[in-house]
């Protein structure tokens, strides 16, 4: 009967041909800018050995040192080259983002769907995620490095646990709303097991709103980053990262401006990247727009 297939909006995609690269570039131009962006910094990041330099070494006769075909960036107040310390901290802001976003996002899609689905387990899960969004994540980053120390996991825990009751709550809309569908109830009645319901006709219809809202945590997470590690209480000082750039540059920003901006500006790019991405994977994964087009 009819009413078993879904609606149209919840097929899953078909394959991509490499021929149809061009076509989705002009009807999707955000995935490829933020696409190509993102996949440049992973690059710079993973080949920073090969052309970046040292980041720790320290030269006291190159302190605040401008701009030059020796340090392009500059020195810091250590005598520390610049430009290797920011394409170095980019490892850092890039592993705590994507981390976050995974873990948020798959912790969050299993409470979520467990949520939607099984009432009894609703209520309780969902007092949980009420606990959880009241604890604020700097002081819990505080705290955890305060009894283990300062380290990038502690602070991938630190962000993650913040983050999962927002991805817990969006999923769980999305499968009260779809649990209700006409196509559900007939699957079901027609003998349909319930994982193969939440698999075939519920978790598809999250994979729009997911992409966006791992798009916004992991450039959440990377500002959060930043902005624990500028307040002392993200990685290590000697490690580098962004956020510690900034903090340990403040004093010098009259005197030599490239300390700051370097690291500013690869921040801003870097979570530009990341919602362009999440914007154009929205539009690309909703079948309403392919119509459309």
């Not at 909006?9 to 933020?34: C, K, N």
């Not at 901290?89 to 467990?114: D, K, P």
Request: proline residues 8%.
């Amino acid at each position: 009967m009819t009413l078993l297939s879904p609606p149209l909006e919840y097929v899953p995609t078909g394959r991509v041909r490499i021929s149809d690269f061009p076509r989705l570039a002009r009807r999707h131009p955000l995935v490829f800018i933020g696409g190509g962006l993102l996949a440049l910094l992973i690059v710079l990041a993973i080949a920073a050995p090969l052309f970046a330099g040292d980041p720790v070494n320290m030269d006291p006769f190159k302190r605040l040192q401008p701009p030059s075909s020796d340090l392009w960036f500059g020195s810091d107040n250590l005598g520390r080259d610049v430009f290797a310390r920011t394409v170095f901290g980019a490892r850092i802001s890039l592993t705590v983002g994507l981390a976050v976003a995974a873990g948020a996002v798959l912790g969050g899609l299993f409470i979520g769907v467990l949520a939607g689905y099984i009432r009894s387990f609703d209520n309780i899960v969902m007092r949980v995620m009420d606990g959880l969004m009241s604890i604020p994540t700097i002081l819990l980053a505080i705290a955890l490095v305060s009894l283990t120390g300062a380290g990038i996991g502690i602070l991938i825990v630190a962000i993650t646990i913040p983050q999962l009751p927002s991805v817990t709550r969006l999923v769980r809309s999305v499968v009260l709303g779809v649990r209700e569908r006409p196509y559900v109830e007939a699957a079901l009645c027609g003998g349909a097991s319930p994982p193969k319901v939440l698999w075939r006709h519920i978790l598809p219809s999250t994979i729009a709103p997911l992409t966006v809202q791992g798009a916004i945590v992991c450039a959440d997470a990377i500002l959060t980053e930043a902005g624990l590690s500028f307040l002392g209480v993200g990685v290590p000082p000697e490690m580098p990262s962004w956020g510690n750039m900034i903090s340990s540059s403040r004093l010098y920003l009259a005197i030599a401006p490239s300390t700051i901006f370097a690291p500013g500006i690869c921040l801003a790019v870097t979570v530009l990247a990341v919602n362009l991405l999440g914007d154009g994977l929205r539009d690309l994964f909703d079948p309403r727009s392919r119509r459309r087009g």
